[in-house]
């Protein structure tokens, strides 16, 4: 039969060099082994040996101490890693922050990437438990690093923990879990520690107390600098005489304890980050201080002390920290505990390759929540900062980022934040949710702008919210936009007189080509007659939910309703107002638009309309002032008012003279005949859509001409004899890459370039760019001055080398061929089709208001209302 193991222990207890967790020997004398009742100088020896850097001081120090038994000099079974190799073990994890300000983007990749490497140990270890040396399997421990009494607080230290939670970054151990095996986890609560392992390093000569005071120090650090010698304290207490020491500390003379750099001493490390790092310790450094004159312990010591007790394995932090290292180790080394595994990550730069600070924008994970951010997005952001899996996936959960972690694939080279690179990923993280996913954080931006009222009708702030997030899902970067989206719907930004439109602007030369008086006349005098379609009250969702499934529509091509609801009634009237007024397409939709909601483009009028129609009805859950709500009626009088003012000369279609301008048509006369047109076009079938469509009117080269494809790049560097070209080489799927320059210095920077997926529009011939041989062109968006320029964004799923499409165009028959490079630039057919590649209200790139396409899905670009060029 097996022993009782708990006989066993108590065994082994009473053996002479047991230690929880090892058990280290010297070579046994005759009486020890008599004391330890064994036969022929039986004793246990550790089964295990410390093969790192510190192994020989481990070695060491715990021969020393074997001759020291029990109370202060059994310093060792503090630390449950002494005589293992921490490669060996379970990993066990640490974030340690400082609780003096908020948890910011750097810390919170540090604990991102413990947390990655400890849930991966769990996934590698089957069957941990605690007796497997370091405290057992796997965890991720959150350790207060408050010593700092000055600066931190307990409020910092709440935001910090309310931060890793709402990143899901949950700990096994930590400040709520006092009495847990390695607790306390505050260094505030662990002053008893920090003296009993001081008081052991003096008792052994490791450390010895000074008695220096202030001015002498000054004094001795002056006389360093005139004699240019580096400034560090000179030993004057190192080899003091022993009685003297006595006498000082009987007196009760303020001091501190200094450890004793041994002679000859060289800290060595394998970083998995920065490789071999070592330091000559002694010209380094002097002797430091480990307990302040107040018994307050410095932070390099608490550091050591708790990563060897709490049997932490690796430490990965910020590559400021390196330098720190140096102490720590000769103090592990003292302690006779073996050194964790260290990884140094690089800093993360803004966008101007500075430190990442407040000056750039938000920094702090608060902040990034309240901005409509999604944890599982920032957490794979985050991961991206620094470290990639070897593939160019970039969209992660947080399952996939566990398995495919690992420290050695932290890449060296400093990682720069781009904001517009987390919105895109947030989206990609916002487009895998469902609006009902998405329903509690919307009512919560909601109600961080103080749209809707605090109290109000749950069903009602629920329809609210469900349409809110419904309207603005295909183009939401962030919960946010749903929010902001919302109010700049409610909103209308007509002004009330026609010299109110900027100059050049679109809404301003679409009133001066003639339909738009006509055509708001008629909506006016339908509204005034009480017969234009309007949303119901008893069915406020109609616009947004699919009639047959009860399902979301979240695509702006689609609108619910069954045939006698308020979305196909809009539309029949629409379609009785295109045949009656010979309009179609953008001659008649773009004034409606204007009309209703006092914008050229945007979502669907009747979702606009619908939402609209929520907002301001009788007991509206929605705060009406503070979300900026313009009601119906109101803007049906400015509209009027701003029809006055539109000058005579832009009263009459410009497109045709034959058209009828219908503006001194009295409106409630000609109710009778506006209802009979209504009455007539409502009886049409419940699935009749309008077949009007925006390119109706577009008379250029078709988009087919142009062979758009989706390229990566796959070199980038600066044209030696050009300041403003980039040379690019770019694989579009044609076996070699092509060559291509583009004009992105000023914009851009070549790590913004290199690796990227873009959009390659192939059919130009090859020109020589300052000597250097181009045969493309990349596309990007741009603000209207061109100030700004981005890279058109692909999505990561694409194919390279396939080629772009845009909804409703046939590119598959053989008409459908992309034009020859000749004729696209004798033609100049680019030129005459650039007018009409835009960026609309959410970015997305569109061809007559239709998004280029990808096998992936839609195209990108943080520009919105830009270029296409």
């Known amino acids: 039969m097996r022993p009782d193991p708990s006989t066993l222990a108590g065994l082994a207890a009473r053996l002479r060099g047991y230690r929880e967790g090892a058990i280290f020997s010297s070579p046994p004398s005759s009486s020890s082994s008599a004391a330890a009742g064994g036969e022929g100088g039986t004793e246990l020896r550790s089964t295990a040996q410390d093969v790192t850097a510190s192994s020989a001081s481990a070695s060491s120090a715990a021969a020393d101490d074997d001759d020291d038994e029990g109370g202060e000099d059994d310093i060792r079974r503090l630390f449950p890693n002494v005589g293992k190799d921490v490669r060996s073990l379970p990993p066990r994890m640490r974030f340690a922050p400082s609780p003096t300000g908020s948890l910011h983007v750097g810390g919170a990749r540090t604990a991102l990437y413990n947390w990655l490497v400890a849930r991966r140990g769990r996934l590698d270890v089957v069957g941990e438990d605690d007796s497997d040396g370091g405290g057992g399997g796997s965890a991720f421990v959150l350790r207060i690093e408050d010593t700092d009494v000055a600066r931190s607080t307990k409020e910092s230290e709440d935001s910090v923990i309310a931060d890793l939670t709402w990143l899901g970054l949950n700990w096994d151990e930590g400040p709520e879990t006092p009495s847990a095996r390695y607790g306390p986890y505050r260094q505030s609560e662990r002053d008893a520690i920090y003296s009993r392992v001081a008081s052991h390093l003096v008792s052994t000569g490791r450390a010895y107390p000074c008695f220096c005071t202030p001015d002498e120090l000054e004094a001795m650090k002056l006389d360093m600098e005139a004699r240019g010698v580096p400034p560090r304290y000179d030993g004057t207490w190192r080899d003091a005489d022993p009685s003297l020491v006595e006498s000082m500390l009987a007196s009760g003379a303020p001091h501190t304890i200094r450890f004793k750099v041994p002679p000859g001493a060289r800290v060595v490390i394998d970083d998995a980050v920065r490789g071999t790092v070592s330091w000559d310790a002694e010209a380094t450094v002097g002797d430091f201080i480990l307990l302040r004159s107040s018994g307050v312990p410095v932070y390099n010591f608490c550091v050591a002390v708790d990563d060897a007790a709490m049997g932490i394995t690796t430490v990965i932090r910020a590559e400021e920290h390196l330098t720190n290292t140096l102490r720590q180790g000769l103090i592990l080394d003292a302690l006779g505990a073996p050194r964790p595994r260290y990884a140094h990550c690089s800093l993360i730069l803004g966008e101007d390759r500075q430190k990442l600070s407040k000056r750039h924008g938000a920094t702090s994970c608060n902040q990034f929540r309240l901005d409509g951010f999604l944890p599982d997005a920032m957490v794979n952001y985050l991961a991206l900062l620094g470290w990639n899996d070897g593939t160019d996936n970039e969209i992660f959960t947080r399952d996939e980022l566990i398995e495919a972690f690992d420290v050695d694939r932290i890449v060296k080279s400093p990682s720069v934040f781009d904001m517009d690179k987390l919105r895109?990923?947030?989206?990609?993280?916002?487009?895998?949710?469902?609006?009902?996913?998405?329903?509690?954080?919307?009512?919560?931006?909601?109600?961080?702008?103080?749209?809707?009222?605090?109290?109000?009708?749950?069903?009602?702030?629920?329809?609210?919210?469900?349409?809110?997030?419904?309207?603005?899902?295909?183009?939401?970067?962030?919960?946010?936009?749903?929010?902001?989206?919302?109010?700049?719907?409610?909103?209308?930004?007509?002004?009330?007189?026609?010299?109110?439109?900027?100059?050049?602007?679109?809404?301003?030369?679409?009133?001066?080509?003639?339909?738009?008086?006509?055509?708001?006349?008629?909506?006016?005098?339908?509204?005034?007659?009480?017969?234009?379609?309007?949303?119901?009250?008893?069915?406020?969702?109609?616009?947004?939910?699919?009639?047959?499934?009860?399902?979301?529509?979240?695509?702006?091509?689609?609108?619910?309703?069954?045939?006698?609801?308020?979305?196909?009634?809009?539309?029949?009237?629409m379609k009785s107002i295109a045949k009656e007024m010979d309009l179609k397409g953008k001659s008649l939709f773009h004034p409606v638009r204007l009309a209703l909601t006092g914008e050229m483009s945007g979502q669907d009028v009747t979702k606009q309309l619908s939402l609209l129609a929520m907002a301001e009805g009788d007991g509206s859950v929605v705060n009406v002032e503070l979300a900026g709500v313009v009601p119906f009626g109101a803007r049906m009088e400015r509209l009027r008012a701003f029809c006055e003012t539109i000058p005579a000369e832009y009263r009459t279609s410009k497109e045709s003279s034959s058209r009828t301008d219908v503006t001194t048509t009295d409106a409630v006369a000609e109710k009778s005949?506006?209802?009979?047109?209504?009455?007539?076009?409502?009886?049409?079938?419940?699935?009749?859509?309008?077949?009007?469509?925006?390119?109706?009117?577009?008379?250029?080269?078709?988009?087919?001409a142009l062979d758009i494809r989706v390229g990566r790049i796959t070199r980038v560097w600066s044209h030696e004899e050009s300041e403003k070209l980039f040379c690019e080489e770019i694989d579009v799927g044609e076996g070699e890459p092509r060559l291509v320059a583009s004009g992105l210095r000023p914009y851009m920077s070549a790590e913004d370039l290199d690796g990227r997926l873009v959009l390659v529009l192939c059919n130009l011939k090859e020109r020589k760019l300052a000597g250097f041989p181009s045969h493309g062109m990349v596309l990007c968006a741009s603000n209207e001055d061109h100030t700004v320029v981005r890279l058109v964004s692909v999505p990561v799923e694409a194919r390279v080398g396939e080629r772009v499409t845009v909804p409703g165009v046939d590119f598959g028959s053989e008409g459908a061929a992309p034009f020859a490079e000749n004729k696209i630039g004798k033609q100049k057919v680019f030129e005459k089709i650039a007018p009409f590649l835009r960026t609309g209200k959410y970015g997305v790139p569109e061809f007559c208001g239709r998004p280029l396409l990808t096998s992936a899905g839609v195209c990108t670009s943080p520009i919105n209302n830009g270029s296409v060029s």
């Not at 055509?519 to 005098?525: P, S, V």
């Not at 069915?539 to 196909?568: H, K, M, R």
């Not at 009455?679 to 925006?694: E, H």
Request: charged share 20%; with cysteine.
């Open 424 to 573: 895109w990923v947030n989206s990609q993280h916002l487009k895998r949710m469902g609006v009902e996913e998405l329903l509690h954080l919307v009512e919560e931006q909601l109600s961080s702008m103080d749209m809707i009222r605090a109290g109000g009708d749950g069903k009602e702030i629920r329809d609210f919210v469900f349409a809110c997030t419904a309207l603005a899902k295909q183009m939401m970067e962030t919960t946010r936009d749903a929010a902001t989206n919302a109010k700049a719907v409610l909103g209308y930004n007509l002004p009330s007189t026609f010299d109110g439109l900027p100059d050049g602007s679109e809404a301003r030369t679409m009133v001066m080509q003639g339909n738009f008086h006509a055509i708001a006349t008629r909506l006016l005098g339908m509204y005034d007659a009480g017969i234009l379609p309007m949303p119901r009250p008893d069915d406020p969702l109609a616009a947004f939910v699919d009639a047959t499934s009860g399902a979301a529509i979240v695509e702006d091509t689609q609108v619910g309703g069954d045939a006698g609801s308020y979305p196909q009634e809009y539309k029949s009237t």
């Open 673 to 704: 005949d506006i209802e009979s047109a209504t009455a007539s076009s409502s009886s049409s079938s419940s699935s009749a859509t309008s077949t009007a469509d925006p390119m109706d009117s577009y008379d250029g080269p078709p988009i087919t």
